[in-house]
């Protein structure tokens, strides 16, 4: 399946067919801009009970792939402030999707970890979301789904790979 993406007038010296990393960028950015509509966010949070920005979600998807972690070393890894990441689990913590827990390393220090409700409350978003995806790409054949989901899944490996230098991250290695 070639999708071609609408290429801008091509200029003098310029191709008029995008390259395949110009059609995987703006076919990342379309899957980005779905996930976080607003109609979607709304069906997702109609389908799983749940109902979370999208930064929260992602913030708690981060610590279903990690080890716990501080909450600087979270900043780090998502190359985000401090004050961000404190903001967004403000709510995590309050719906008991992530808790703190003692760091054996340092009893002075907490880790952030996430809950057996929080692994449950991101499966069952999961789940809604696949359903959704289910419906946007019903007329793909499964070869071309897998095949898209073994080169998007690099993102993560990439992702996972900054994590390395974290104590106990998770990695697909």
């Given at each position: ?5 609408t ?5 003098k010296?310029?191709a008029?067919e995008?390259d ?18 607003k109609?979607?966010r709304t069906?997702?949070?109609v ?8 930064s ?12 716990p972690?501080r909450i600087s070393?979270?900043?780090?890894c998502l190359?985000?402030d401090?004050?961000t ?8 913590r309050?719906?008991?999707?992530v808790?703190?827990v003692?760091d ?6 907490t880790l952030i970890?996430?809950t ?12 809604a979301?696949?359903e959704?995806?289910?419906?946007v790409f ?8 897998g095949a ?7 993102v ?9 230098g974290v104590?106990?991250a998770v990695?697909?290695d």
């Open positions: 399946m070639n999708r071609a993406v290429p801008r007038r091509a200029g010296g310029e008029a995008p395949p990393l110009t059609r995987l960028e703006a076919g990342l950015s379309a899957l980005v801009r779905w996930n976080e509509s109609h979607i069906e997702l949070a389908r799983s009970g749940h109902d979370l920005p999208p929260e979600w992602r913030l708690l998807e981060h610590f279903d792939l990690a080890a972690m070393d979270v900043a780090d190359r985000v401090v004050s990441v404190s903001l967004q689990l403000r709510q995590l309050r719906l008991q999707l808790e703190a003692p054996p390393r340092d009893r002075r220090a970890a996430i057996p409700a929080g692994r449950s409350a991101l499966a069952t978003v999961r789940a979301r696949r959704l995806l289910a419906e019903a007329a793909v054949p499964p070869e071309e789904l898209a989901a073994d080169v998007l899944l690099v993560q490996d990439h992702m996972l790979a900054g994590m390395r104590p106990d990695t697909t």
